[in-house]
């Protein structure tokens, strides 16, 4: 595929914060230490699971450039660029490309419901300033947009707009994505649960968070899924989708943080609005864990 920089699990760092709304660097980067190590085939940052929406443009450039310097080109990286303006999108995207990212990720966002016509602009204006590629992110849950296929299939035109992140939870969406977008599209899942799905209808990789919890059983998918062991795969699959639904439903980055903490490598606080997870909710994620624990050592 032409200009397809990522295949596999591409994970997502959440961004950790200080007791003063401070983001901890230092934490950030041993976070993305750890997706490395344990075998992601791409890193995320600024994605819903990174609170992005939620950060100004100087904690914006700290995150980008502590990725660049941490995973130091080991893996492709993608940055969340996503503004409410064009202007600040293409601001992020340029500043992204100089920092070393490897491609933009791009979702519509805007207090107004956008035309087709102003989303295609929208998007050919950030392209035509900078020279990797992006990826089209498609998420009405967040961002309020729902682009329909004929609107992808639009952005695809654009020269190096080549990816697009599939997050509406349809599975059918997904087949009607290569049936109509044809079989060298490069669509990546963004829906935890529907993983095994979205492999199956041919999704290229997996954008998710749930690598900084359970690396080993997301890799361990994708590996089957490569080998055609589709047994396999269902076993695998089966004994990470109670977590993903878990994640999705009580909010990526609460979950995630509670959990890094549960397994202790440690999460970092949050920035307001945003509260932790209810301890209740906390000792739900632990039983989770546990069981995938007994699972994976048993097996």
Known sequence: MNNVPFKGVIAYPITPFDNNEQIDIALFKKQVERLVTTGAHGIAPLGSTGVM???NDTEKEAVTEATMQQVAGRVPTL???SNLTTERTVYH???AEKAGATAVMIIPMSYWKLTDDEIVKHYDAVASKISIPIMAYN???TGGVDMSPALLKRLLEIPNVTMIKESTGDIQRMHYLRKELGEEVAFFNGSNPLALAAFSAGARGWCTAAPNLIPEL???LYDA?????LEKARTVFYKQVDLLKFIVAKGLPRSIKAGLDLLGIGGGGFKSPIQPLSQNEIAELDSILST???QVYQS
């Not at 899924?225 to 062991?229: A, F, H, L, S, T």
């Open 79 to 81: 940055v969340g660029v």
């Open 218 to 220: 997301n890799i361990a």
């Open 139 to 141: 998420n009405p849950a």
């Open 225 to 229: 899924i490569q080998e055609n062991d």
């Open 93 to 95: 995207a340029k500043f």
């Open 53 to 55: 929406p939620y950060l």
């Open 292 to 294: 995938i624990e007994n």
